[in-house]
């Protein structure tokens, strides 16, 4: 028994360091073990010894089965670590790449698009963003921007009023960043404030939630020209066209004094069959609302100018209907919506691959 497993063992050990994948190695072990397997072969021939020559040579022949079994073991998990780790190395995910755009689901907003392409362009201005509350105290709203309690421009904003927070309101326009501002008392100004804002009105112009952009700028010899050539070079890179013609029309705000009403003219509005189109409000800002915010007239002055957003986003994409913005309707989403890697730079294009081009 001895002898034949000597003459077995160093060619059957060899054979199984050498098995180069775990179908090689189980041929061996079927070889070796299986049913019809050379150790198995030995196992059936012990019958035919006597009981103490039996007792022996099975001795003999379990420690070589289990040393051969150990050894298929061993080299059976060796095979399997290197089929995981090839395969680990393989399927390895770097996730420092950059995602990859979803072109079927998800698109960005027009309105958030909008309102990041006019961020940019006043960044680049070196204005800074501003934030004000949307429920929003009397002071803020009305007061303070020389508003008083009887002043009819009040009945012209359709104030939504918080029922269960007396003297609260949902702001009706963003100029409430404006006093904000200034209440802080740093000096000189120049920042710009997106938000929503509410006004009880419903129709295809006028949704009751909108949004608007306020512009402040205050410092020691700002003057007209300065907002006019804000304002103009605002809308040239925002409708991203040269031929924008701006008419500055005398109107009335009460935190302005002188107060205009900017009408953009040209190719732009001719493309909606009109020869201006209202845009904004804007005006040198009242001495009354630099006096409110603790501002010395006689020292500071400067400008200020807000508008809504929706209604750029209407004219800049063509979108008809304010209402449907607020409609979570996935076709029109799809269809007026931006892709979400396609992010508004000066360089490069605010709108360049915008969702319909
Ligand atoms: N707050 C005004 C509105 O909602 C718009 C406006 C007009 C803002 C003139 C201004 C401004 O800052 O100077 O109709």
């Known amino acids: 028994m001895q002898q034949q497993i000597n003459d077995m063992k160093p060619d059957l050990l060899a054979a199984i360091e050498s098995a180069s994948d775990l179908t090689t190695l189980d041929e061996i072990r079927v070889s070796a073990l299986g049913k019809n397997g050379r150790i198995t072969a030995l196992m059936k021939g012990l019958g035919a010894l006597s009981p103490d020559e039996r007792k022996q040579a099975g001795q003999i022949l379990n420690t070589f089965k289990t040393e051969i079994a150990n050894a298929l073991e061993a080299k059976k998990q060796a095979l399997e670590t290197a089929v995981l780790n090839a395969r680990l190395a393989s399927e390895s995910v770097d996730v420092t790449l950059p995602t990859r755009p979803d072109t079927h689901t998800g698109r960005i907003h027009p309105i958030s698009q909008v309102m990041e392409e006019m961020l940019t362009i006043f960044a680049q201005m070196g204005f800074e963003l501003a934030e004000g509350p949307d429920i929003e105290d009397d002071w803020h709203n009305f007061e ?15 104030t939504f009023f918080m029922e269960n927070a007396p003297g609260t309101i949902l702001r009706t326009q963003t100029s409430g960043v404006q006093i904000r501002t200034m209440e802080k008392g740093k000096l000189p100004i120049k920042i710009v404030a997106p938000g ?34 804000v304002l103009e070079e605002f809308m040239k890179l925002f409708f991203e066209t040269d031929d924008v013609v701006l008419r500055f029309r005398p109107s009335y705000f009460p935190f302005t004094e002188p107060s205009y009403e900017a009408d953009v003219g040209g190719a732009l509005a001719k493309t909606v069959g009109k020869e201006w189109i209202e845009l904004l409000g804007c005006g040198m800002v009242h001495p009354q609302v630099l006096r409110n915010c603790g501002i010395d007239p006689n020292e500071y002055q400067g400008f200020a100018f807000g508008c809504g957003i929706d209604r750029f986003a209407m004219l800049k994409y063509n979108i008809p209907d304010i209402r449907n913005f607020f409609e979570s309707d996935m076709r029109w989403i799809r269809h007026y919506g931006f892709l979400p890697l396609d992010v508004p730079t000066i360089t490069s294009g605010l709108s360049m691959n915008g969702g319909k081009k």
């Open 196 to 229: 929503r804002t509410y006004r009880c009105d419903y129709d295809a112009t006028h949704s009751p939630m909108f949004h608007q952009i306020e512009g402040l700028v205050i410092d020691k010899t700002t003057n007209l020209s300065h907002l006019k050539g």
């Open 144 to 158: 303070a921007l020389n508003i008083p309690p009887s002043h009819p421009s009040r009945q012209m904003q359709a």
